[in-house]
């Protein structure tokens, strides 16, 4: 595994409120009486269309990160916006789609690392977007869209092939940067909610944000709801295949976002408080009760079945129990908000009794 694991002036939300009532022409003359639920409904429209809606004053901090070129500890570092960004470098495909939610599809002028499910409800819209590469891309190739702002993965803030630049060299050129709170050390799910807010904040876009937020944390508790009858939380360890005949175990002890979002579906990383590599045969004695490997675009099913044929393997209950469940690559690492569209696909597959 690659350590990049390890790693829209200012856009102001309109809002067209129309008030519709009954006008009078000349010499014409109104019913003889108006209901008193009427007058309330025209009241009520009355101060819905004179009530601003709130906005942000500039300047706006957001208490962001920065790490050293080639580093892993997360320090804190302000970013100040004396207006709103008017042009975002994308640096994945899920965060991409995250400013896609937000109304800012004409800010982005660039996206990298085209890869992973698509969010089909902002799919027409992505696709408009100019795609600088299906892969990771570089410093320069984020230089050339001549962003004001660049967005999304902390891992790949660094000075190396595939990352866009460290946040200070990027900094020191005038460029603000914003890296997702989901993605350092410590994030959780819950950190996606964090990483809308800010985000409404700079955009000056909090009311969509805050219905965004309100629209995935309804998402979890829906999740959450079918799954509160299952009392026996499940282990589970993952394979990072992509040759169905090298069996290769990531431990994944330090990705706490990936670890955390795989407790909305009741399963917890056999190998969390692992740091290093994980053999073979310390998989089959551990045992856990599911095994989870990447859908590389369709070539999951392979993975599997050379799996359970695996003579290695055949003593493990994942195995005997065909429990094999394959996820999309930005469900467990894009440390996006669309990681839930994977945990429902997976709590789905894993139950469909309760999904029926």
Wanted: glycine share 8%; hydrophobic share 40%.
């Amino acid at each position: 595994m690659k350590k990049v694991w390890m790693t829209v002036s200012a856009l102001t939300l309109m809002v067209a409120l129309s008030a519709c009532g009954n006008t009078t022409k000349s010499g014409s003359s109104e019913p003889a009486a108006t209901s008193t639920a009427t007058a309330q409904a025209t009241a009520v429209a009355t101060a819905a269309a004179t009530t601003p809606v709130e906005t942000v004053t500039y300047p706006v901090t957001i208490q962001n990160f920065k790490k050293a070129e080639g580093g892993t500890t997360w320090e804190a570092k302000e970013q100040v916006f004396d207006k709103a960004p008017e042009r975002i470098m994308a640096n994945t495909r899920p965060a991409a789609e995250l400013l896609l939610h937000l109304g800012l599809g004409d800010r982005i002028v660039g996206v990298g690392a085209n890869f992973g499910a698509p969010d089909k409800s902002v799919e027409a819209e992505y696709a408009k977007l100019n795609i600088l590469s299906d892969s990771y891309v570089g410093k320069e190739v984020t230089l050339g869209t001549n962003p004001d702002l660049v967005f999304g993965r902390g891992g790949l803030f660094d000075n190396a092939d595939w990352g866009v630049g460290t946040v200070d060299s990027i900094n020191s050129m005038g460029i603000k940067t914003y890296v997702l709170e989901s993605s350092i050390t410590g994030g959780t799910y819950n950190s996606i909610y964090k990483d809308i807010e800010n985000a409404g904040e700079i955009f000056n876009v909090k009311e969509k944000a805050d219905e965004f937020i309100q629209e995935l944390k309804n998402r979890q508790e829906a999740i959450a709801s079918k799954l509160a009858g299952i009392k026996e939380e499940k282990t589970f360890a993952y394979l990072h295949m992509s040759d169905p005949k090298q069996v290769y175990v990531y431990a994944a002890g330090k990705e706490s976002f990936f670890n955390d979002s795989f407790k909305m579906v009741k399963l917890n990383n056999a190998f969390e408080n692992v740091d290093g590599e994980v053999s073979v045969e310390k998989l089959i004695e551990t045992n856990p009760d599911v095994l989870i490997i990447p859908d590389w675009e369709g070539g999951a099913e392979a993975i599997k079945e050379a799996l359970y044929a695996n003579p290695q393997l055949t003593s493990m209950k994942a195995i005997q129990n065909k429990q094999i469940y394959a996820v999309d690559y930005n469900y467990m690492f894009g440390y996006g908000y669309n990681t839930i569209d994977g945990m429902e696909l997976l709590a789905k597959e894993m139950y469909p009794d309760l999904f029926k």
